[in-house]
């Protein structure tokens, strides 16, 4: 154990009425500490290879005994530590922000979100995997595809088709089902580890369905708004 890390947890670790001078001490390293793991973690997330437990508590100049007392498990950390680290939908579909067209704007989302996945890649299999392993789902993962989805979509928020406004919500909300599929770590990996694609071919290939999908739907239920 080196003396930076050694220093640190004695400090944390020191009875506060025995060493009633380090209280506020302690409180601020326990900050630092705390905020040392989300920085290792974001770190680790941005080189895209595995995440686990004991590579965060080393990068972070901690024991995994430390890292534990602060974060439950793996899953809660990777939660912590992507938010803040992914943009708004708003920001990301920021490149499109004139254009009305769902197809365009739906092919832009997918290659948003799937180019983020791939380069979190380790992280990401990591939180799906806990979240199989837990049973929570959505309570783990943040969900961004919804966001982006919803975002790529409000061109049609509005729109009615030759059914009525009723029958064209009752169509955006299926839309809206069908592309949570296609546009998802899941399909990816799909794509790559049962299909043989390469990255980009697995990319495209979700383009191509959410596209399809997106195009289907608008000429069936849908009318450009006036």
Do not use: W
Request: aromatic letters at 4%; hydrophobic letters at 45%.
């Amino acid at each position: 154990m080196t003396q930076t890390r050694q220093r640190t947890e004695t400090e944390e670790t020191a009875p506060e009425t025995a060493h009633p001078e380090l209280g506020g001490r302690r409180s601020n390293q326990k900050l630092r500490t705390r905020n040392a793991i989300i920085a290792a973690t974001r770190e680790l997330i941005r080189g895209g290879g595995e995440v686990t437990m004991p590579a965060v508590a080393q990068a972070a100049l901690v024991s995994e005994a430390t890292a534990y007392r602060y974060f439950p498990d793996l899953s809660t950390l990777l939660r912590e530590s992507f938010t803040g680290l992914l943009p708004e939908p708003a920001e990301a579909m920021a490149p499109l922000a004139d254009s009305a067209d769902p197809v365009e704007r739906i092919e832009h989302a997918t290659r948003f979100l799937l180019g983020h996945v791939l380069s979190y890649e380790g992280a990401v299999r990591a939180m799906m995997s806990a979240a199989i392993a837990d049973g929570q789902g959505g309570a783990i993962r943040p969900g961004l595809r919804f966001g982006l989805i919803d975002t790529a979509l409000a061109p049609l928020e509005h729109a009615t088709g030759p059914g009525g406004a009723a029958e064209s919500a009752l169509a955006l909300v299926q839309l809206k089902r069908d592309l949570a599929l296609v546009v998802s770590a899941e399909a990816l990996f799909t794509l790559t580890d049962l299909c043989g694609l390469s990255p980009d071919e697995a990319i495209d290939s979700a383009v191509h369905a959410a596209r399809a999908l997106t195009r289907a739907a608008v000429e069936s239920s849908f009318r450009s708004p006036e």
